[in-house]
């Protein structure tokens, strides 16, 4: 309608970030920077219903302080890659930590400028995510694990602010 549509709600409390959210089953799921402590953010009508922390994310960036990952939902878990290039993955149900993996330590990956700005591609059992570094500028991590699956090695090349997709 003239004038835009009606605002149905919004809310505040989420932290600092660029991602947008993700809505799966009535819930809306995000991810935020509170000091330097990265967050899983869980919402329903327009309601903080829970918070998940997954451990440091970008407090500074250039003067751009803020998560960079919108959350990747799928057969109830929820994933995230925080700004210094961690990936976690969340039981939807509970919020609960699974898994982690320090992308940099494990492949070498390599930060760029205003840091790591990606969402997980989830691909059946595997998860999908661009290190960088010549032990991966690609790989999949198992669902259920983080252990890694496959990864590209040899290929020496920053990630580069972009989210993996099937092609």
Known sequence: PEGGPTK?????????GYATVAVVDGMVYTTGVFGTEGKLIALRDGKIIGMSAYGRDV???GGYPGT???PTIADGRIF?????????CFDQT????LWQVDTFTT?????????VAESL?????RVICTPGGNKALMAALDVRSGKTVWATRGIDSKSAYCSPVIA
């Open 80 to 88: 995230v890659m925080s700004g210094f290039g961690v990936v976690t």
């Open 59 to 61: 407090d500074k960036g």
């Open 8 to 16: 149905i709600w919004s809310v505040e409390g989420v932290g600092q």
């Open 94 to 97: 509970t919020g609960k930590g």
């Open 121 to 125: 591609l989830v691909d059946g059992d």
């Open 107 to 115: 492949f070498g990956g390599q930060q760029i400028g205003w840091n």
């Open 68 to 70: 960079r990952s919108t």
